[in-house]
């Protein structure tokens, strides 16, 4: 329009945004500089309080991380878990993959065999809070104890009629399955490593 | 604009009641009726709004000169959400049980509709001093609001204030209070009270207006 004034080229109009975007993009990558490592500390310190539990053990035990390549061929972060007689209690497993909003971080842990699955602890999520946000309450994760590792687990909506179901939280259907993709697939990549390392190391 | 705008007194006073984010504005719902439980997490989501409120004032009124009408909201919004961004990793490094409590609440200040309103309202438009008073006394405001509806559920639902036991034992915890519903009764009834108070304020006014004239 001829009686508008001008309004100049893109950046004299975008200058301030593009200026910002710079200046907030170095300070956040400056606050995470100084403060992902300590949170890292505090994720390490809750997963090591929890790991114990997973394999079914109550008091001391001795917390290995190993490296493992998985059957994808990707190096996957786990624990040996072995108890204060000495005996190996079992591994605890790390998956993460996306949930319905954010990532979900998982520990899963499994017997020395890898056969059953002892235990499930939610990391980290960002689900509906009351929502999806129950797949970390125990309700809904002691429900993979005990279930075995030879067939996928599957989510159902309903009363599970068979031992490798699980009953999904009521309007979070999508949480929980990624949860229990996530299980599936961390067991599967993981199963034939972990039992070549069990039986080739020690 | 021939009005004039508030004065930096005004806008810290205005803040704290007569234009209350809460009880006035109805601004902030989500974390009202989300956080307020317990006193521990309502403080914690207070102290973390006033962060970014403070800082997105102050930044915001610097930079008044050079906004661009169509431009300002996505100036806003970046401000926001880079404060918000540094309050929450502070809280996950140094409060993490509290972190992990308040969950996605945190992130979610970004869309805390006071601070956008009052980068609109106030720091766009007035000088740093003016925006810094604005900003404490909303800040301030949406804490005691934050606190009252706090104080009531965590007392009557945990039997506790601040973690710190107050009813006897034989007290049969209102476990409804601490759930959403009673987040729901509590905002009701003291928005029932402050608005019965309030009226009630203006009516002896007028009274006593008309008696002396």
């Not at chain 1, 993460?96 to 990391?123: A, H, N």
């Not at chain 2, 021939?2 to 504005?25: C, D, H, M, V």
């Amino acid at each position: 329009m001829a009686d508008e004034p001008r309004q100049g080229g893109y950046l004299r109009q975008a200058w301030l945004v593009i200026v910002l975007a710079l200046v907030y993009g170095g300070a956040l990558a400056a606050t995470q500089t100084a403060l992902g490592p300590r949170v890292a500390a505090n994720r390490l310190r809750e997963a090591y309080r929890e790991i114990p539990k997973l394999v079914g053990l109550d008091g001391e035990a001795n917390i290995v991380p190993i490296e493992l390549t998985a059957a994808d061929g990707s190096q996957r972060q786990a624990y040996e878990v072995v108890a204060s007689d000495g005996t190996l209690a079992g591994w605890v497993l790390r998956a993460s993959g996306q949930g319905f909003q954010d990532r979900v971080e998982l520990l899963v842990g499994v017997t020395p065999d890898v056969s059953t699955i002892t235990g499930l602890y939610v990391l980290d999520q960002k689900e509906t809070p009351n929502l999806g946000s129950l797949v970390a309450e125990p309700p809904f994760r002691d429900q993979f104890r005990g279930l075995s590792t030879d067939q996928p687990i599957a989510v159902v909506t309903s009363t599970p009629t068979t031992t490798s179901q699980i009953r999904s939280v009521t309007g979070a259907t999508i949480s929980s399955t990624s949860v229990a993709e996530l299980v599936n697939r961390v067991i599967e990549d993981m199963k034939t490593p972990l039992r070549r390392l069990r039986s080739g190391g020690k | 604009m021939s009005k004039t705008e508030p004065t930096a007194l005004e806008r810290f006073t205005n803040g704290i009641l007569p234009e209350n984010p809460i009880y006035r504005q109805f601004l902030g719902m989500c974390p009202t009726l989300a956080v307020t439980g317990a006193m521990k997490p309502a403080m914690t989501m207070a102290a973390a709004t006033a962060f970014v409120l403070v800082s997105a004032n102050v930044i915001i009124s610097l930079m008044r000169g050079l906004l661009r009408p169509h431009l300002r909201i996505l100036v806003f919004t970046l401000t926001i959400a880079t404060f918000v961004t540094i309050a929450d990793r502070f809280l996950e490094a140094y409060f993490y049980a509290m972190s992990k409590e308040l969950g996605p609440y945190v992130p979610l200040i970004i869309v805390n509709c006071i601070i956008i309103s009052r980068c609109e309202i106030c720091a766009s438009k007035q000088s740093v001093g003016v925006a810094l008073a604005d900003a404490l006394g909303m800040s301030l405001g949406f804490a005691l609001a934050l606190a009252s509806l706090a104080t009531v559920r965590e007392i009557l639902g945990s039997g506790s204030w601040f973690g710190v036991t107050l009813l006897p034992a034989g007290w049969p915890h209102w476990t409804i209070m601490i759930l959403s519903p009673g987040a729901f009764f509590t905002l009701g009834l003291l928005l029932a009270l402050v608005n019965w108070v309030g009226r009630r304020r203006a009516e002896a006014a007028a009274l006593r207006a008309r008696i002396k004239g």
